[in-house]
């Protein structure tokens, strides 16, 4: 107990994650005289490898199935540990005991409920006794505390950037039209006897258009940064056709270069928020628009594909980067089909993540497709409903 005691106390002054989980496991070697130790995490539906003492080194990095595994035995069960025989899991003793008679093993969870992140294993000529089984568990609990403390260092340095990132590109995107609105207001008040009255409608009609045009990037900012809390959605039927005639109604002739051409079924059930239909196909729009500056028709679809009911806006404009085909859904992301075709291209780059996050939020994907002979498809699908 004083050795345990003593590893313990050891941990306190570590603060390399990776290098705190090797000498967890590393110290369990030692004081459990263990053939080998190995530190595991969840990841999706599998395991992985992360640290690992003794015996088999060479399996850091390994993944394995978590359907089968003790862990999932003990997420399934409650308990906190296990000790079993070195072949009660046949994928892991496969990879253990390639050239020797299996032993036996325990294994402690992180902690003692279904948000465990990993396990501890440990593998011995002898089973574990119940002490020795306590002390696998304590190990477990600070490999657990590790585990966690680098989740929220890493949640708190994406917060961080992506803080930064805002400030940046609000900073970027406000400066630019603010320049232009103080120049239009300075020739005003520097020169407005020399103007005549169409001139001095001219420069006031530019400066209400610009200063609307930064009331929607304020609100685009805004949209995204509360697309970035999660939007609380009431999954329900709804008739996705007639949301979408309507919201296409309220934009249409929104741009006279890039007129609207509406196909949608006269009935289509989906289940989602209603509520959003208006944002997401206002955001896809803009999108297809802006990205279109030679102009060109539109086109938003609503078919039934299998289960899903699908809205689908398609364009003929600059197209998307193969690249980019999955990151324009990302914060701040704009694709640049080529060189420098961003810098024509104005937004804060948070239509399509305001997009996926309203649509993922209803249990809905969105994806981006490249058309053929030239232009882009943006798809959001969810679920039919019944009806």
């Not at 009935?267 to 999108?287: I, M, P, S």
């Amino acid at each position: 107990m004083a050795r345990l005691v003593e590893i313990v106390t050891g941990f306190g002054a570590m603060v390399d994650v990776p290098e705190l989980l090797q000498r967890i496991t590393a110290d369990a070697v030692d004081l459990l005289s263990a053939y080998l130790v190995g530190m595991v995490v969840r990841d999706g539906e599998q395991v992985k490898v992360v640290a690992g003492s003794g015996a088999r080194r060479d399996l850091i990095g390994t993944t394995f199935p978590l359907a089968g595994s003790a862990v999932e035995e003990l997420l399934r069960s409650g308990h906190r540990s296990l000790s079993a025989a070195g072949d009660a899991y046949p994928h892991l003793a496969a990879a253990l005991f390639r050239d020797r008679q299996p032993m036996p093993m325990s294994v402690a969870l992180t902690r003692a409920d279904a948000t465990a992140t990993g396990a501890l294993y440990i593998v011995r000529a002898q089973p574990l006794t119940a002490d020795e089984v306590e002390a696998l568990e304590l190990l477990a609990a600070h490999a657990g505390a590790a585990l966690q403390t680098a989740q929220v260092v890493a949640a708190q340095r994406e917060l961080e950037v992506a803080k930064d990132l805002f400030l940046a590109t609000a900073s970027h995107e406000l400066r630019t039209p603010l320049t232009v609105l103080r120049g239009f207001a300075e020739t005003l008040l520097n020169h407005w006897d020399a103007l005549d009255e169409i001139r001095r409608r001219e420069l006031v009609e530019t400066i209400l258009a610009r200063t609307s045009s930064m009331t929607d990037l304020v609100e685009q900012l805004l949209l995204g940064s509360r697309a970035g809390l999660g939007p609380d959605a009431q999954v329900r039927p709804f008739d996705l056709a007639a949301a979408v005639r309507a919201a296409t109604s309220a934009i249409a002739g929104s741009s006279p270069d890039h007129p609207l051409r509406v196909d949608v079924p006269d009935r289509l059930l989906a289940l989602g928020d209603e509520r959003y239909v208006d944002a997401v196909v206002g955001q896809l729009v803009e999108n297809a628009m802006k990205y279109s500056p030679g102009g060109g028709t539109i086109e938003v679809t609503v078919r039934a594909d299998g289960p899903e009911a699908v809205l689908a806006v398609a364009d003929r404009g600059v197209g998307i980067a193969e690249d980019d085909l999955l990151r324009v859904f990302e914060r701040f992301v704009r694709s640049a089909p080529r060189t420098g075709e961003t810098r024509s291209v104005g937004g804060a780059g948070l239509g399509l993540y305001i997009v996926s996050r309203y649509v993922e939020a209803q249990g809905g994907r969105v994806s981006a497709q490249r058309r053929e002979g030239g232009g882009s498809v943006l798809e959001v699908r969810l679920p039919r409903a019944a009806g």
